[in-house]
C-alpha cells in the first residue's frame, strides 16, 4: 500500500504498583472524573455525562490538548468488571482505552495494571505519518502507567 497499512494502531504498557489491586482500582475507575486529569495532564475538560458513578454504559466528554492540538470526544464505558478491567470507547471519535488491573499474588500488596490504547486505523490523509503516531502512542501509554504509579503510590 502506497501511504502505509490500514490496521489498528495499537499501544500497550504496563507496570507493577505497590497497593492492593482495590486501592489500584479505586483510583482508575471509581475516582476518574477526579484523577483522570491527573494522570492524563493533556486532559484540559472532563465533564461526566451520566448521572452516579462509573458504571457500564457511563458517557462523559473530553477535552484533550496533545502537542498543541485541541480534541473533543464523547466516550463511553464498554466494559467494566470492578477489581479486574474497566474499558472506555470512543463514540465521536473511534478509540478504545482499557485498563486491566491484576493481583500478583495471592495475598500480595501489588497489582499489575496494563493499559492499552487503541484506533482501529489511521485516517489516509495521516498514512505517511503512521510510524510518528504509532510512536506518540506508545510513548502516551508508557507514560499513562508511569503516571498512574507515582500518583497511587505516592498519593
Known sequence: ??????????????IVIHKPV????HFVSDGFFDNYPRWSPEVVELKP????PVKLGTLAKQVRVDHGHKSESTFKVTDHQPNKRVCFT??????????????RNAGDEATRITFTFEIPQV?????????????AIQDGA???VKNLKGLIENG
Open 90 to 103: 470512543g463514540i465521536s471519535s473511534p478509540y478504545t482505552c482499557l485498563y486491566e488491573f491484576e493481583n
Open 123 to 135: 485516517e489516509p490523509f495521516m498514512r505517511p505519518f503512521e510510524k510518528l503516531i504509532r510512536v
Open 1 to 14: 500500500m502506497l501511504f502505509g497499512s490500514s490496521q489498528p494502531v495499537v499501544a500497550k504498557a504496563s
Open 22 to 25: 482495590e486501592g489500584v482500582y
Open 49 to 52: 455525562l451520566s448521572p452516579g
Open 142 to 144: 508508557n507514560r499513562t
